[in-house]
């Protein structure tokens, strides 16, 4: 019987963490906990393009086959996908958990801690690329935490390193802590540095992408290895970035303890502090200290420098998912049925805190927008400056379709790239060099002209077209004569 409940309890808590996903994730494009890029990824993945910087071109293939489950609401089936990836990132970290303690109660902590933490609950029930960043990092600590690595599992290491690189920049801050984490020979390291430099084989899944020009290629990385490189660098977000000061690092400092306060509640904390201290005796216990408060400062750091406050706070997400692994060893030297305590009052504290917050079930933003749209003329070129609602206007034109015959979507804003001036300019032949100083006259140049034209920007008039509304759109059309 014991034997029993121990071979299903840690499927049966990830089971039930994914039912909490799916009872709280609302199955469309939303703009909750962050989520309107899931709306540009949904394109992405629905047609095998390129998405925003850095691409996230092996994000993209293996979530493509899930957009197909629900062709009429392509995001339901990639929600479901990215659930999928949180509750293998929870398992993983169980596993570590452990194997490192000897305790399936210490899997068990780690896997709720991290499951229904908030931020990490509120990127599972979304569309968005976070939670395979923190499965890539689970993998990572749980190799770096194995006390015999062969050859093979070096290089696989470096590999998995390679490709979090790809996926989202903010790994090269993972790489000092994990290093030291591992305790690495000379040897090793130069067997996981071959494995990370063959780790970056996405990017050129990224030029395959882009070469089949489905939407919405963002970047037109296929066009010139500078393209590409100024793509996977992310190079459009350098204006985000701001001057680093010991003020600036020592706020963010705090605002990441503050996060893991909210994330784990007091308990949790208090846990991953027990956790801390048992592993701190342990052999190369202290590596694993300094390697978490390595990992804390480099992402506060992060964090102070990029001002794009909404997802900084889920660039920390590895200093969660360590944290959790902390929680579970302090369970190390009880018996059994307190270790399962513990899981227990975590699981019931965190449910409590979090279970209202995160929900986001019942969300028709989306479908409230497909209406503000259904009397626009269905050959419009609209015109917009907000990136959510193009983001919304490409997934209901390119993966829903729920827009008209011919619509064409321009983002003001985006006009300020070569690549997508390139598409503008091949979708409507016969246009003059684009104006940023004058969209008004830029948009009534005859090249126009058999296009209505809808938009949510005050124009102070286009020449030779009455104005109407339309769901909240200014439209302008040209008088029939």
């Known amino acids: 019987m014991i034997g029993a409940l121990r071979r299903f309890a840690l499927p049966a808590c990830l089971l039930l963490i994914g039912l909490f996903y799916a009872a709280t994730s609302p199955f469309a494009v939303t703009g909750g906990h962050g989520g309107i890029d899931g709306a540009e990824l949904a394109v992405a993945a629905t047609h095998l393009g390129v998405a925003h910087p850095p691409g996230y071109g092996l994000f993209v293939g293996l979530s493509a086959p899930f957009a197909r489950l629900t062709p009429s609401e392509p995001i339901a089936g990639l929600m479901a996908f990215n659930a999928g990836l949180a509750v293998l990132c929870c398992g993983v970290l169980a596993w570590a958990a452990w194997r490192a303690s000897g305790r399936l109660s210490a899997g068990l902590v780690a896997a709720i801690g991290l499951g229904l933490s908030f931020t990490f609950w509120s990127q599972a029930i979304i569309y968005e690329t976070y939670t395979l960043m923190a499965l890539l990092f689970a993998l990572l600590l749980a190799l770096a935490l194995t006390r015999s690595r062969p050859p093979w599992l070096v290089f696989l290491a470096g590999h998995l390193a390679g490709i979090a690189l790809t996926h989202h920049l903010t790994a090269l801050v993972w790489l000092p802590a994990l290093l030291i984490l591992s305790g690495s020979t000379r040897r090793e390291l130069a067997r996981w540095g071959v494995g990370l430099l063959t780790g970056l084989w996405p990017i050129v899944l ?132 307190a270790g399962i305590g513990a899981a227990a009052a975590l699981a019931a504290l965190l449910l409590a805190a979090h279970l209202v917050p995160v929900a986001l079930t019942g969300d028709a933003s989306q479908a409230e927008f497909a209406d503000s749209l259904r009397d626009l003329p269905t050959d419009s070129l609209i015109v917009t400056a907000d990136t959510e609602t193009t983001f919304r206007l490409w997934y209901a034109c390119d993966a829903s379709a729920l827009c008209g015959d011919n619509w064409l979507v321009l983002n003001t804003n985006l006009m300020q790239f070569d690549w997508y001036v390139r598409r503008i300019m091949a979708s409507q032949p016969g246009l003059s060099a684009y104006t940023p100083d004058d969209v008004a006259g830029w948009l009534a140049q005859d090249a126009w002209r058999d296009r209505p034209i809808a938009s949510d920007l005050v124009f102070f008039g286009l020449r030779g077209r009455t104005q109407t509304r339309s769901g909240g759109w200014q439209v302008w059309r040209v008088p029939a004569d």
């Open 206 to 337: 990224l030029l395959a992408l882009s070469a089949r020009g489905g939407p919405p290629d963002w970047g037109d990385v296929s066009h010139s290895l500078p393209d590409l490189f100024a793509h996977v660098t992310g190079r459009a977000f350098v204006g985000y970035l701001t001057p680093f000061t010991l003020v600036g690092w020592l706020n963010a400092l705090a605002g990441s303890l503050a996060l893991l306060w909210r994330d784990m509640t007091p308990f949790g904390v208090a846990l991953a502090g027990l956790g801390a201290i048992r592993v701190a005796v342990m052999p190369g216990g202290r590596r694993a200290l300094l390697a978490f408060f390595t990992l804390l400062a480099g992402l506060s750091a992060v964090a102070s420098v990029y001002s794009a406050a909404d997802t900084s706070t889920v660039y920390r997400l590895p200093v969660t998912v360590m944290a959790c692994w902390f929680a579970g060893q302090s369970v190390m030297p009880y018996r059994r049925l």
